[in-house]
C-alpha cells in the first residue's frame, strides 16, 4: 500500500507558477507510476501528468501546451508538478495518484483513474483573472 500526501496549492494570479509537491510512503516498486489529475467541480478527475518512479519516463495531457511539469526525487521520496503561466482554467483540486505500470510498456495508456489504485486527499489550485 502506497500513501500519498499532497501540498503547495494556493490561489495565484494568472500567468503566475506553483509548484505542487507529493510525499510517497509506503510500498512503492520499480513498477509504479506516479501521476497528477485534477478535478474542477464536477465528477470527472483528468489526467494531467505522470512519471515512472523507476527510469523517469513521463507523459502529459495534450492540452496542457507545455505548461507543466512533472518531475521526482527519489531520495525524498517525493513527486512534483511544477505549473507554469498558470491560467483560470487550471483551477481545480490536484490530486497525486500511484498506480503500477506494466513492466517494459508504455505509460501513455495510463491516463484514466482505473490505473491508479491510491489517492491522496488533493489540495485546491486556484488561479484569478
Known amino acids: 500500500q502506497v500513501q500519498l500526501v499532497e501540498s503547495g496549492g494556493g490561489l495565484m494570479q494568472t500567468g503566475g507558477s506553483l509548484r505542487l509537491s507529493c510525499a510517497v510512503s509506503?510500498?512503492?516498486?520499480?513498477?509504479?507510476?506516479m501521476a497528477w489529475f485534477r478535478q474542477a467541480p464536477g465528477p470527472e478527475r483528468v489526467f494531467v501528468a505522470a512519471i515512472r518512479w523507476s527510469g523517469g519516463s513521463t507523459h502529459y495531457a495534450d492540452s496542457l501546451d507545455g505548461r507543466f511539469t512533472i518531475s521526482k526525487d527519489n531520495a525524498k521520496n517525493t513527486v512534483y508538478l511544477q505549473m507554469d503561466s498558470l491560467k483560470p482554467d487550471d483551477t481545480a483540486v490536484y490530486y497525486c495518484a500511484a498506480g503500477m505500470g506494466i513492466p517494459f510498456d508504455t505509460i501513455t495508456r495510463m491516463t484514466t483513474t482505473r490505473w491508479y489504485a491510491n489517492w491522496g486527499q488533493g489540495t485546491q489550485v486556484t488561479v484569478s483573472s
Open positions: 509506503g510500498r512503492t516498486s520499480s513498477n509504479h507510476v
